[in-house]
Structures are given as C-alpha cells and as structure tokens.
C-alpha cells in the first residue's frame, strides 16, 4: 500500500503561484510514474503533469505548459506541481497519482485551489 499526502492548495489571486506538495509512503517501490490531475465539478478528472520515476522528460497538458513544473525530491518519494502564472480555470481539486509498476494506481485525496480574478 501507498499512503499519499497531499499539501499546498489555498486560495491565490490571478497572477499569483502555488506549490503543491504529495509526499508518498508505505510501498513506494517499484514506482513507475508521479502525476497531477485535476477535477472540476460536472467535469471528468484531467491530466496536469507527470513524470517517470526512471527519469527523462516531464509531460504537461497544453493548457499548463509553460506556467506549470511537475518535480521531485532526490529521493523520488515527494512529487512537487510549482504552478505559477495562475489564471481563474485553474481552479480546481487537483489530485496526486502515483503508480507502481503493475501497474497500481494510487490518488491523493486532492487539495483545492482557487484562483480569483
């Protein structure tokens, strides 16, 4: 099992920035892929950022490119979502995943962020 905690949400200006944080714990070994989603009501859970525990270039969704950088720690067990440049449609719960090879699939229990503008 993975335990994810998440951190970081609150309310921010348009403009402004954020960081989240998800620390994981419990069985994070072998983990193959760190992302953040994103959730609004009335809509499907969308892609953010991720990346590979093994390394190599980060993904981000068009609409974050740019204003968004998804990142660990040295020791690959916290993922970070910098968000910076943040407009009122990034309000939103946004959600840690966490895979294992497998795969399984672990969620956060989201944090809210509201931009207003």
């Known amino acids: 099992q993975v335990q994810l905690a998440e951190s970081g949400g609150g309310l921010v200006q348009a403009g402004g920035s954020l960081r989240l944080s998800c620390a994981a714990s419990?069985?994070?070994?072998?983990?193959?892929?760190m992302g953040w989603f994103r959730q609004t009501p009335g809509k499907e859970r969308e892609f953010v950022a991720g990346?590979?525990?093994?390394?190599?270039?980060?993904s981000y969704a068009d609409s974050v490119k740019g204003r968004f950088t998804v990142s660990s720690d040295n020791v690959k067990t916290t993922v970070y979502l910098e968000m910076n440049s943040l407009k009122p449609e990034d309000t939103a719960v946004y959600y840690c995943k966490w895979v294992l090879y497998g795969p399984t699939i672990y969620w956060g229990q989201g944090t809210q962020v509201t931009v207003s503008s």
């Open positions: 419990g069985r994070t070994f072998p983990t193959d892929y």
């Open positions: 990346m590979h525990w093994s390394g190599g270039m980060a």
